[in-house]
């Protein structure tokens, strides 16, 4: 399949728009220098204009388009408590005109902080599990869904995290976004970094690279899950993806390098070599990651550099969560 027709494919699909495209390819050179890379570019879709931006507001253009087409009132979806994907979602729902209920694991904090807040002051309906465990949310956000039903609302249901077919579906357009991006600026990266969450991420940056022809090669570093259970997860993502766009399943088992190693006590939990990246970040180039996603990812990039792993010009990419800074995490 050609570029053309892959993007024709996905061109057939519904949107809503919302972020401000394309989100920057900034150069980071002292950065670069100070990991010892030859060169660095930082993919800024923290910057992407909507709802405090994040990758995540990407899928959810497909996604609300398809919800406002099933007839939806009301968006049901969960994760942790600073979810970039919640917080974009709720901003999604309002900016429709939909109602959002939030559904977390864990128990309620006493005090609403970073996305959380954000949350609530876009009006997004918040419900925790009791269950420190996320899975509980996955079985939550269907029981949300189900009691809405019941009581002559109109839900539309979507998976933890977003991940989802249409939400893969995104990032394969993101792909193309960088391609573009590069043949203009006439550079030429080897590899392409990203933190991994609940999958749909990586799996559409996979399948666009591979759609696209592009010649970098993709590796994630997991701040959710251990790395075995995100390859699966990605695998599974990918192919839900190809079969609703009509596009080939391109993606085995073999394409998915994630790196272990870097997520800490668990999910949502600052490391001290993530809280570190985020200070190198800063003072390199006045970039800000977060505790929970890019700052264990990059934390992984200077490991994996340092260890000869990674090596050549480097494409990060900025997921987003900045608002998680604002949750009382010492820096």
């Given at each position: 399949?050609?570029?053309?027709?892959?993007?024709d494919h996905?061109?057939?699909?519904?949107?809503?728009?919302?972020?401000?495209l394309?989100s920057?390819?900034s150069p980071a050179p002292?950065l670069?220098?100070?990991?010892?890379?030859p060169?660095?570019?930082i993919?800024r879709d923290?910057?992407?204009g909507f709802?405090?931006?994040?990758?995540k507001?990407?899928?959810?253009?497909?996604?609300?388009?398809?919800a406002?087409?099933?007839?939806?009132?009301v968006?049901?979806?969960?994760?942790g408590p600073?979810?970039?994907?919640?917080r974009?979602?709720?901003?999604a729902?309002?900016?429709?005109?939909?109602?959002?209920?939030a559904?977390?694991?864990?128990?309620e904090p006493?005090?609403a902080t970073?996305?959380?807040a954000?949350?609530?002051?876009?009006?997004?309906l918040?419900?925790?599990?009791?269950?420190?465990d996320?899975a509980s949310?996955?079985?939550?956000?269907?029981?949300?869904a189900e009691?809405?039903?019941s009581?002559?609302?109109r839900?539309?249901?979507?998976?933890?995290?977003?991940?989802c077919?249409?939400?893969v579906?995104a990032?394969?357009q993101a792909?193309y976004e960088?391609?573009?991006?590069?043949?203009e600026a006439d550079?030429?990266p080897?590899?392409?970094?990203l933190?991994?969450?609940?999958g749909?991420t990586l799996?559409g940056?996979?399948?666009?690279?591979?759609?696209a022809g592009?010649?970098?090669?993709?590796?994630?570093v997991t701040v959710s899950r251990?790395?075995?259970?995100a390859?699966r997860r990605?695998?599974e993502?990918a192919?839900?993806?190809s079969?609703?766009?009509?596009?080939?399943?391109?993606?085995?088992?073999s394409?998915?390098?994630?790196?272990?190693g870097?997520l800490g006590e668990?999910?949502?939990?600052p490391t001290?070599a993530?809280?570190?990246?985020?200070?190198t970040?800063?003072?390199s180039s006045?970039?800000f990651?977060?505790?929970?996603y890019t700052?264990?990812?990059?934390a992984?990039?200077?490991?994996?550099?340092?260890?000869?792993?990674i090596?050549g010009?480097?494409?990060?990419?900025h997921?987003g969560?900045?608002?998680?800074?604002?949750?009382?995490?010492?820096?």
């Amino acid at each position: 399949m050609t570029a053309g027709s892959a993007l024709d494919h996905i061109a057939r699909l519904g949107r809503r728009r919302l972020a401000i495209l394309p989100s920057p390819l900034s150069p980071a050179p002292e950065l670069a220098a100070a990991l010892g890379l030859p060169a660095l570019w930082i993919k800024r879709d923290e910057l992407v204009g909507f709802g405090f931006g994040g990758n995540k507001v990407r899928g959810l253009e497909l996604i609300v388009a398809d919800a406002l087409a099933a007839g939806a009132d009301v968006l049901v979806s969960g994760a942790g408590p600073q979810s970039n994907h919640v917080r974009a979602t709720a901003a999604a729902a309002a900016h429709v005109g939909l109602d959002f209920v939030a559904v977390y694991s864990g128990a309620e904090p006493p005090r609403a902080t970073g996305n959380l807040a954000l949350t609530r002051l876009l009006g997004g309906l918040p419900q925790f599990t009791g269950d420190a465990d996320r899975a509980s949310v996955d079985r939550a956000i269907l029981a949300a869904a189900e009691r809405l039903r019941s009581e002559g609302r109109r839900p539309y249901a979507i998976p933890r995290g977003g991940a989802c077919a249409l939400g893969v579906i995104a990032h394969v357009q993101a792909v193309y976004e960088l391609s573009t991006q590069c043949r203009e600026a006439d550079i030429a990266p080897e590899v392409v970094v990203l933190a991994v969450g609940s999958g749909g991420t990586l799996a559409g940056w996979l399948l666009g690279t591979r759609l696209a022809g592009a010649h970098w090669r993709v590796e994630g570093v997991t701040v959710s899950r251990p790395a075995e259970e995100a390859r699966r997860r990605v695998c599974e993502l990918a192919g839900e993806a190809s079969a609703r766009a009509g596009l080939p399943a391109v993606i085995a088992a073999s394409d998915v390098v994630i790196h272990d190693g870097y997520l800490g006590e668990g999910y949502g939990i600052p490391t001290a070599a993530g809280n570190d990246a985020i200070r190198t970040v800063a003072r390199s180039s006045g970039i800000f990651l977060d505790p929970t996603y890019t700052g264990k990812a990059f934390a992984g990039l200077i490991d994996l550099v340092r260890a000869g792993r990674i090596t050549g010009r480097v494409v990060f990419l900025h997921t987003g969560g900045e608002p998680a800074l604002f949750s009382g995490v010492a820096l």
